[in-house]
C-alpha cells in the first residue's frame, strides 16, 4: 500500500473500476481552478470527479490565471458559499487549496484536482500558472494533486475523462513524494496519452509599447504567439502531436547536479567570506568638525 492511500484493500468483487468508485466513494475531492468559479472547465472537472468520492469545490471568486503560487497573507479570506459543497474564495487558487486542506473543509481531502484550465500549461509556463501551483500546494500540503490543462479550443468533456482516469490511477498507485502531476489535454480527440517532460518557451516575442489617447506609453507583456524548442519527449511535443501529454513534477527544486558540481564554489566562497570577515573594520567616518 502507497504512502497516503487508507490502510484497507478495496473489495476484490467489483470490476477495477467500481472497485475505486466504491472505495473512494466517502473521500473529499478538493476541485479548484485558476480561471474562477464560473469557467465552464471548473465544472467538468468537478462532474468528472464525481463518480470517486465526495467533491468540494472551493475556487477563485475571480480569474487568477498567471498568478503563480500567491498567497493572500495580509486581508481575510473570505469562502461564499453558492450550492451544496460549492464556495467561491476572495483569494488565489493556492489560497483555496491551503484553506481547504488545512481545516475548511469537515475532512482531509485524498486529492486535489485543479482545472480544467481554460488553456494549456506546459513547459517553463508551469511556473506561471495559478492551476500548476493550486497542485503545486496541494502537494506540499502532502495531498496527491493533478492540474488538468486543455488547449484553447479543445473539448472540455474530453478533458474531464482523462482528468478522471489519471484520477483513478492517482487515487489507487498513490505519488511519490513532492510530485503532482500536469495533465495537457490537446486541441483534438486525443490520440493517447504520453508521459513527458516539460519543455522550453522560447522567448522570442517583445513587450509591446502602446501609447494611451494622451501619448503616454505603456506595455503588454505576453504578445505574440509562443514558441517551443521542438525536443522530443516533451509536454510541448506530444501536445503538439495530438497526445495527452502527462508530466510528473518534482518540488525539490534544488539542482542536485549543480550542487554536486558546485562543492568547490562553496570552499572558496566560503574562505572568501572568513577572509572578508577577519580584516579589521573599515574606520568610522570622520565626524564633520562644527564651525565657529
Ligand atoms: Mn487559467
Same mark, same amino acid.
Given at each position: 500500500?502507497?504512502?497516503?492511500?487508507?490502510?484497507?484493500?478495496?473489495?476484490?468483487?467489483?470490476?477495477?473500476?467500481?472497485?475505486?468508485?466504491?472505495?473512494?466513494?466517502? *473521500?473529499?475531492? %478538493? /476541485?479548484?481552478?485558476? #480561471?474562477?468559479?464560473? +469557467?465552464?472547465?471548473? $465544472?467538468? &472537472?468537478?462532474?468528472?470527479?464525481?463518480?470517486?468520492?465526495?467533491?468540494?469545490?472551493?475556487?477563485?471568486?475571480?480569474?487568477?490565471?498567471?498568478?503563480?503560487?500567491?498567497?493572500?497573507?495580509?486581508?481575510?479570506?473570505?469562502?461564499?458559499?453558492?450550492?451544496?459543497?460549492?464556495?467561491?474564495?476572495?483569494?488565489?487558487?493556492?489560497?483555496?487549496?491551503?484553506?481547504?486542506?488545512?481545516?475548511?473543509?469537515?475532512?482531509?481531502?485524498?486529492?486535489?484536482?485543479?482545472?480544467?484550465?481554460?488553456?494549456?500549461?506546459?513547459?517553463?509556463?508551469?511556473?506561471?500558472?495559478?492551476?500548476?501551483?493550486?497542485?503545486?500546494?496541494?502537494?506540499?500540503?502532502?495531498?496527491?494533486?493533478? *492540474?488538468?490543462? %486543455? /488547449?484553447?479550443?479543445? #473539448?472540455?468533456?474530453? +478533458?474531464?475523462?482523462? $482528468?478522471? &482516469?489519471?484520477?483513478?490511477?492517482?487515487?489507487?498507485?498513490?505519488?511519490?513524494?513532492?510530485?503532482?502531476?500536469?495533465?495537457?489535454?490537446?486541441?483534438?480527440?486525443?490520440?493517447?496519452?504520453?508521459?513527458?517532460?516539460?519543455?522550453?518557451?522560447?522567448?522570442?516575442?517583445?513587450?509591446?509599447?502602446?501609447?494611451?489617447?494622451?501619448?503616454?506609453?505603456?506595455?503588454?507583456?505576453?504578445?505574440?504567439?509562443?514558441?517551443?524548442?521542438?525536443?522530443?519527449?516533451?509536454?510541448?511535443?506530444?501536445?503538439?502531436?495530438?497526445?495527452?501529454?502527462?508530466?510528473?513534477?518534482?518540488?525539490?527544486?534544488?539542482?542536485?547536479?549543480?550542487?554536486?558540481?558546485?562543492?568547490?564554489?562553496?570552499?572558496?566562497?566560503?574562505?572568501?567570506?572568513?577572509?572578508?570577515?577577519?580584516?579589521?573594520?573599515?574606520?568610522?567616518?570622520?565626524?564633520?568638525?562644527?564651525?565657529?
Amino acid at each position: 500500500m502507497k504512502e497516503g492511500l487508507p490502510a484497507v484493500e478495496p473489495p476484490e468483487c467489483l470490476p477495477p473500476n467500481e472497485c475505486v468508485v466504491a472505495f473512494f466513494r466517502m *473521500a473529499l475531492i %478538493l /476541485v479548484t481552478n485558476d #480561471d474562477g468559479v464560473h +469557467a465552464p472547465g471548473l $465544472a467538468a &472537472l468537478a462532474d468528472a470527479m464525481e463518480p470517486l468520492g465526495e467533491v468540494w469545490v472551493v475556487a477563485p471568486e475571480r480569474e487568477q490565471s498567471a498568478c503563480g503560487h500567491a498567497l493572500t497573507l495580509h486581508r481575510p479570506l473570505r469562502p461564499h458559499r453558492w450550492s451544496e459543497r460549492r464556495f467561491a474564495v476572495n483569494g488565489t487558487p493556492s489560497d483555496c487549496v491551503n484553506l481547504c486542506v488545512l481545516g475548511f473543509l469537515p475532512e482531509r481531502p485524498v486529492l486535489v484536482a485543479a482545472g480544467i484550465n481554460h488553456g494549456s500549461n506546459l513547459g517553463d509556463d508551469v511556473t506561471y500558472s495559478g492551476t500548476v501551483s493550486a497542485a503545486m500546494e496541494g502537494t506540499l500540503l502532502g495531498v496527491p494533486s493533478i *492540474a488538468v490543462s %486543455l /488547449v484553447d479550443g479543445g #473539448d472540455v468533456a474530453t +478533458a474531464g475523462r482523462v $482528468a478522471r &482516469l489519471v484520477a483513478m490511477r492517482v487515487l489507487v498507485e498513490g505519488l511519490p513524494p513532492k510530485t503532482l502531476l500536469n495533465v495537457n489535454v490537446p486541441g483534438e480527440a486525443p490520440r493517447g496519452i504520453r508521459f513527458t517532460r516539460l519543455g522550453h518557451r522560447i522567448y522570442g516575442g517583445k513587450v509591446v509599447e502602446q501609447a494611451d489617447p494622451r501619448g503616454r506609453p505603456h506595455y503588454w507583456l505576453g504578445g505574440g504567439p509562443p514558441e517551443w524548442e521542438a525536443l522530443d519527449g516533451t509536454d510541448m511535443g506530444a501536445v503538439h502531436d495530438g497526445f495527452v501529454a502527462v508530466t510528473p513534477l518534482h518540488l525539490d527544486l534544488t539542482n542536485h547536479r549543480a550542487l554536486a558540481l558546485m562543492g568547490d564554489w562553496g570552499s572558496a566562497l566560503d574562505g572568501q567570506l572568513r577572509r572578508d570577515s577577519s580584516r579589521p573594520a573599515s574606520p568610522p567616518a570622520r565626524k564633520r568638525a562644527r564651525k565657529g
